[in-house]
């Protein structure tokens, strides 16, 4: 999953990457307004951490302007916000919900929250996705961040996991290595680089050989059986 925090404090704001990047989240950052608005018409993202004082403007305005339709933006449409606020007065969380958020917290909070409120709205099943992903013997639990192979637990790094999620949301379906770079590595990865090829060898030996087929000049294809 790949998510944007927009946050004009620098430390909350690194804080969160670092937080959120530890879970396995892809993580992006925009320090004001008009970075957003630039982030979200060029990249793809499931859920954003939205603040709403922002020094050239405010998080209800942008919001707004995403579920109006008015940022073309390159998804489906089916972005969550979280609304991340100094205020919280009733007032200021029914305009945000009014205005398109999906959920608010109020500073100051607890990663941990924090973590469980990113949880929750990701496993919402509007796009018809379940929390608990299952192709053949690989089943991932989205929630727990577990991955088991016939029934036996896999220990597997946070990009492998974004890797095999991508992929098991789209089985028997050809997945380039730009789209997985897209969704799974942040903006500051080097599209150059041979990361996604790297990372789908070492999934691919701790899942079998024949798990991911590499299908050459396209990108990898999971296997339903």
């Known amino acids: 999953m790949r998510l944007l925090v927009v946050e004009d404090e620098e430390d909350l704001a690194e804080g969160l990457r670092v937080g959120l990047a530890r879970t396995?989240?892809?993580?992006?950052?925009?320090?004001?307004?008009?970075?957003?608005?630039?982030?979200?018409?060029?990249?793809?993202?499931?859920?954003?951490?939205?603040?709403?004082?922002l020094p050239d403007g405010d998080g209800f305005t942008l919001c707004r302007s995403l579920r109006n339709g008015e940022v073309a933006t390159p998804g489906d449409g089916d972005l969550r916000v979280l609304m991340l606020t100094a205020r919280g007065g009733l007032e200021d969380r029914v305009r945000g919900l009014d205005e398109g958020a999906d959920d608010y917290l109020v500073k100051p909070f607890a990663l941990a929250e924090l973590l469980a409120r990113v949880r929750a709205l990701l496993r919402r099943d509007t796009a018809g996705r379940s929390a608990v992903l299952t192709v053949g013997d690989i089943v991932l639990d989205v929630a727990r961040h577990v991955v088991t192979l016939g029934g036996e637990r896999l220990a597997v790094t946070p990009k492998e996991f974004g890797v095999l999620e991508y992929l098991m949301t789209r089985p028997g379906h050809v997945v380039s290595s730009e789209e997985l770079l897209e969704h799974v590595w942040d903006a500051n990865a080097d599209p150059f680089t041979q990361t996604v090829r790297v990372t789908v060898g070492t999934l691919r030996r701790k899942l079998g050989e024949g798990s991911i087929e590499t299908v050459v000049g396209r990108g990898y294809r999971l296997g339903e059986s």
């Open 24 to 53: 396995g989240y892809a993580v992006d950052v925009a320090g004001d307004a008009a970075e957003a608005y630039d982030r979200l018409t060029v990249n793809e993202y499931d859920l954003m951490l939205l603040d709403i004082n």
